[in-house]
T-cell receptor
Framework: GAVVSQHPSWVICKSGTSVKIECRSLDFQATTMFWYRQFPKQSLMLMAT?????????EQGVEKDKFLINHASLTLSTLTVTSAHPEDSSFYICSARWLGRAYNSPLHFGNGTRLTVT | GQQLNQSPQSMFIQEGEDVSMNCTSSSIFNTWLWYKQDPGEGPVLLIALYKAGELTSNGRLTAQFGITRKDSFLNISASIPSDVGIYFC?????????????FGAGTRLTVKP
């Protein structure tokens, strides 16, 4: 159980275009999903917290107009990188917490999306 | 915010050797978690610890939640090549709907056959 699917696993796009990344909880409902960014050989950096039916909460320094997050249902959150630039190239990972589990239940992660902006 | 100090940063060991890594924090956590990340993939949960002093095993992996709630260690016994990867510790306060999880910088493990 507790499977989180992320799509696509990799994407290459041109500067100025937008890219959408999907995060789905396959066998459980998640009121909260999180989006992380990971640079090579570094730990996960939290970008934003996505709550179903409400606006996402962004971490300091993360541009909300550039990284658009939508959490339309209990099983799907999307991250759209708008007007992508080469410096946006990174590994993006989502995670979800199982609704109904204890407040301290672990996060389960998707497999990540490698974004390359040319 | 809380800082997690994970050590060592990297380890190079021979197959069959035991491995130990740990995390310390300046603040207490209510949950300690250990994840493994393979190249190009997301972290996978290995062990979750919920009580101070708790010692939990998962196959060749053993982890403990420190008594002070400010530290945790992970041991891997009789390492094998597929243990290669990056191991992250994570501390969690446990406030629902908020991301109160903090990650260590990771321990990169290399196992030589």
């Amino acid at each position: 159980g507790a499977v989180v699917s992320q799509h696509p696993s990799w994407v290459i796009c041109k500067s100025g275009t937008s890219v959408k990344i999907e995060c789905r909880s396959l066998d459980f409902q998640a009121t909260t999903m999180f989006w992380y960014r990971q640079f090579p050989k570094q730990s996960l950096m939290l970008m934003a917290t996505s709550n179903e039916g409400s606006k996402a909460t962004y971490e300091q320094g993360v541009e909300k107009d550039k990284f658009l997050i939508n959490h339309a249902s209990l099983t799907l959150s999307t991250l759209t990188v708008t007007s992508a630039h080469p410096e946006d190239s990174s590994f993006y990972i989502c995670s979800a917490r199982w609704l109904g589990r204890a407040y301290n239940s672990p996060l389960h992660f998707g497999n990540g999306t490698r974004l390359t902006v040319t | 915010g809380q800082q997690l100090n994970q050590s060592p940063q990297s380890m190079f060991i021979q197959e069959g050797e035991d491995v130990s890594m740990n995390c310390t924090s300046s603040s207490i956590f209510n949950t300690w978690l250990w994840y493994k990340q393979d190249p190009g993939e997301g972290p996978v949960l290995l062990i979750a610890l919920y009580k101070a002093g708790e010692l939990t095993s998962n196959g060749r992996l053993t982890a403990q939640f420190g008594i002070t709630r400010k530290d945790s260690f992970l041991n891997i016994s009789a390492s094998i090549p597929s243990d290669v990867g990056i191991y992250f510790c994570a501390g969690q306060l446990g406030t629902y709907n908020n991301n109160d999880m903090r990650f260590g910088a990771g321990t990169r493990l290399t196992v030589k056959p």
